[in-house]
């Protein structure tokens, strides 16, 4: 079958980790006989660059036609004015709100092999094996109003967590959905002892709870659950919740697995083709050395082509192939090793 995938490298190690999952996708559609038609375009700092703008019209257009999205990483200390008028982060977000991605899928899993990666006790991490369904396209990040003004002399800035019933609704429902075809469970955060928000995102969850007592409901606040994930990350299967939360609760979870270059994640909407990305930033202390871990952007191809390809043989055995190579211990440095970003890569297209 013949497919149209937009590349986004972006900045820092996103151009190394993306070009490396490319020849991942290639040896596939070799085996598997697709065609995969890539069409590289720049987004985030690099865009600012070029173009000035760190989203243009062309590119988002670029990616609304495309049948998915892959995206490296964007920023980095170049772009870290806080006065500059675009930043790379603008672009990635509004990438996300262009294409409807409200669902952002975080899968954490702790590889047998890598325990002894992470901080944590061997003993907390068996059996770690959480989705976090974090909510993409509202909450904190864009809520209006947001602005900085001058008030009665003072300098102000107000952000605004907000959400309609819907937008609680369809992230939840997707949660539910998930956690069927897993250990059925759901864990709901929020911060309903305090904000109206979350209190609306609680009722709305709980109904949907009620319709679905295949599944148990488990609600907790977000204090509690950043506890939790450190010392008792077994108990949770799927995790659903609002923007922010997602954000700070996934940097937390990316620690039980080792190291955030293993993580991918996948950006759904309703319609329309799901973006791609590893959770890992654009690293610029390591970017141009070639020593970046590529499993977080390869496992997130996989991703790519069990939920915008439907091709679920195919993302089935790159998830293999990298599990395997783990198990065999090839490491980039962030896993305690010496290979390069191509070497690791050259491991996984080994085993498949
Ligand atoms: C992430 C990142 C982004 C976010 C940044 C780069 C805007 O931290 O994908 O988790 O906050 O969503
Ligand atoms: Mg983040």
């Known amino acids: ?46 865009s600012i660059d070029k173009y000035g703008s760190s989203l243009t019209d062309e590119t988002l257009a670029d990616c609304k036609s495309a049948d998915a999205v892959l995206l490296g990483a964007v920023g980095g200390p170049k772009w870290d004015d806080p006065a500059a008028k675009d930043r790379p982060e603008r672009g990635l977000l509004a990438l996300r709100k262009g294409l409807g991605v409200f669902a952002n899928l975080r899968p954490v899993k702790v590889h047998p092999a890598l325990i002894d990666s992470s901080p944590l006790k061997p003993e ?20 209006q109003p947001k602005l900085r003004e001058m008030r009665d002399g003072r300098e102000y800035a107000v952000d605004t967590l907000e959400y ?83 954000d700070i609760l996934t940097d937390e979870a990316s620690v039980l697995a080792g190291s955030m270059g293993m993580l991918p994640s996948a950006s759904l909407g309703e319609s329309g083709p799901g973006l791609y990305e590893p959770i890992h930033g654009s690293a610029p202390d390591i970017a141009g050395k070639g ?18 390809l439907k091709l679920e043989g195919e993302a089935a055995a790159i998830e293999k192939a990298v599990d395997e190579v783990i198990t065999a211990g090839v490491r980039t ?20």
């Open 291 to 308: 020593i970046a871990n590529p499993a977080g952007t390869i496992l997130s191809s996989a991703m790519l082509l069990r939920y915008s």
């Open 164 to 246: 309609y019933d819907y937008e609680v609704k369809r992230i939840v429902e997707l949660a539910f959905n998930l956690a069927k075809g897993r250990r059925k469970k759901v864990t709901s955060v929020d911060k309903a002892n305090v904000l109206e928000a979350s209190r609306l995102w609680r009722q709305i969850t709980t109904k949907i709870g009620k319709e679905n007592t295949d599944i148990e409901l488990e609600h907790m606040l977000v204090d509690t659950a950043s506890m939790k994930l450190i010392t008792a990350p077994a108990s949770f299967d799927v995790v659903v919740t609002e923007n922010m939360f997602g």
């Open 333 to 352: 440095a962030d896993i305690g090793g010496k290979l390069t970003t191509r070497q690791m890569t050259d491991e996984i297209i080994k085993k498949l």
């Open 124 to 143: 907390k991490l068996k059996g770690v094996d959480i989705i976090v369904m974090r909510e993409l396209t509202g909450g904190l990040y864009f809520g």
């Open 1 to 46: 079958m013949d497919f149209k995938i937009t590349l986004l490298p972006g900045d820092g190690i996103g151009p190394e980790v993306v070009g490396e999952a490319v020849r991942v996708l290639e040896v596939i559609a070799a085996k598997y006989k697709h065609a995969f038609n890539f069409q590289e375009r720049l987004m985030g700092g690099c």
